[in-house]
């Protein structure tokens, strides 16, 4: 069984920088895809960014591309999400996901990491 623990979120002004981070605390990281997904209050949980298993295939959503960015650490198990320019916008509960793809969905979810960005 997979588990996934989210840590690295927190309150920043507009602007700023924070660094989330995804640890498989069980389960081989370098097996499964794996993606960062957000939701905010009273919306829909929305794609952020996926990484392939080698990290060698990234992908964005339009509204973090060039201020985020994806990145795994096979041999230590984690996943990293960099983001830059944030936003008040990008406000939103950050999950970790494994195992899966956009379109059918991933198997393994993490608890969520709270990032909050004052204006």
């Known amino acids: 069984q997979v588990q996934l623990v989210e840590s690295g979120g927190g309150l920043v002004q507009a602007g700023g920088s924070l660094r989330p981070s995804c640890a498989m605390t069980?389960?081989?990281?370098?097996?499964?895809?794996m993606a960062w997904f957000r939701q905010a209050p009273g919306k829909e949980r929305e794609f952020v960014a996926d990484?392939?298993?080698?990290?060698?295939?990234?992908n964005y959503a339009d509204s973090v591309k060039g201020r985020f960015t994806i990145s795994r650490d096979n041999a230590k198990n984690t996943v990293n999400l960099q983001m830059n320019s944030l936003k008040p916008e990008d406000t939103a509960v950050y999950y970790c996901?494994?195992?899966?793809?956009?379109?059918?969905?991933?198997?393994?979810w993490g608890q969520g990491t709270q990032v909050t960005v004052s204006s």
């Open positions: 996901a494994a195992a899966g793809t956009r379109s059918s969905g991933y198997r393994y």
């Open positions: 069980r389960g081989t990281l370098s097996l499964y895809n």
């Open positions: 990484i392939s298993r080698s990290g060698g295939i990234t």
